[in-house]
């Protein structure tokens, strides 16, 4: 079955930099589509990145040029590099998985994805 196992999370001061994990397994192909979400308390689980290698790389207007997701194929990890941290950032982050292929933008819905991690947690003081 499919697992996803997120790392990385932490406490950091606005401006910090932190960079997520999700290890892979039990997935249909590497290259499938697959996403970073988070949610923050009182707030809906939004899509932050999307990224797959058929469809094009996509951000959320709120992360865009601070954040960049990638992955390694070979490991069958997925990354978030985030950089200039703020307080608006905490929250709890996910990693989600979809077993499709498809070109034109990664989709960033949350009814797309099937597979969910447990999460980890982000935390940003200012």
């Known amino acids: 079955q499919v697992q996803l196992v997120e790392s990385g999370g932490g406490s950091v001061q606005a401006g910090g930099a932190l960079r997520l994990s999700c290890a892979a397994s039990?997935?249909?192909?590497?290259?499938?589509?697959m996403s970073w979400f988070r949610e923050a308390p009182g707030k809906e689980r939004e899509g932050v990145a999307s990224?797959?290698?058929?469809?094009?790389?996509t951000y959320a207007d709120s992360v865009r040029g601070r954040f960049t997701i990638f992955k390694d194929n070979a490991k069958n990890t997925l990354y978030l590099q985030m950089n200039g941290l703020k307080s608006a950032d905490t929250a709890m982050y996910y990693c989600?998985?979809?077993?499709?292929?498809?070109?034109?933008?990664?989709?960033?819905?949350?009814?797309?994805?099937?597979?969910w991690g447990q999460g980890t947690q982000v935390t940003v003081s200012s």
């Open positions: 039990g997935i249909r192909y590497s290259r499938d589509l």
């Open positions: 990224i797959g290698d058929y469809c094009i790389t």
């Open positions: 989600a998985y979809a077993p499709i292929q498809y070109s034109g933008t990664c989709l960033r819905d949350r009814a797309t994805f099937g597979y």
